[in-house]
């Protein structure tokens, strides 16, 4: 995942640009999802750092774009997904979110910006580095 990109009409990346850079580094099964900095990779390497280090140069020589990048594996998405709590993308009339915190941003960086959680209408309950949001 890579923050900061295609948001508010900055750090524009266009992702058939960022597919094609990625299957050039040597990745397969390169895909990516609407224009959200989201890509999806297989990699013969299970070694997080180097990839996250791989992936930031890579894109910053390509495109001269400094973004924070993280590196899921698939067993560690697949466990982050499987603490979605019960309560999450249930109710039609609210809106859900997940929100990954990159570093360097903290998770407490992230609740000072969710601010105070309205217990009438909100909820939020943290797993590592997401958490599950559900507000009107």
């Known amino acids: 995942m890579l923050r900061w990109i295609n948001v508010g009409g900055k750090n524009k990346l266009a992702m058939p640009q960022l597919k094609a850079l990625f299957e050039e580094l040597g990745f397969s099964d390169v895909s990516t999802y609407i224009n959200s900095g989201y ?24 495109f001269g774009l400094e973004l924070p990048v993280m590196v899921l594996s698939l067993k560690k998405l697949q466990g982050l997904v499987d603490t979605t ?11 859900h979110y997940v929100i990954f915190v990159i570093p360097p941003m903290q998770a407490s960086q992230v609740m000072e910006v969710i601010g105070d959680i309205k217990p009438d209408y909100e909820k939020i309950a943290r797993c590592e580095e997401i958490f599950f949001w559900s507000a009107p």
């Open 39 to 62: 890509l999806i990779f297989s990699s013969e390497s299970d070694d997080v750092p180097q990839l996250i280090s791989l992936c930031q140069t890579a894109i910053s020589e390509h």
């Open 85 to 95: 709590p019960e309560w999450w993308d249930v109710a039609h009339d609210t809106i």
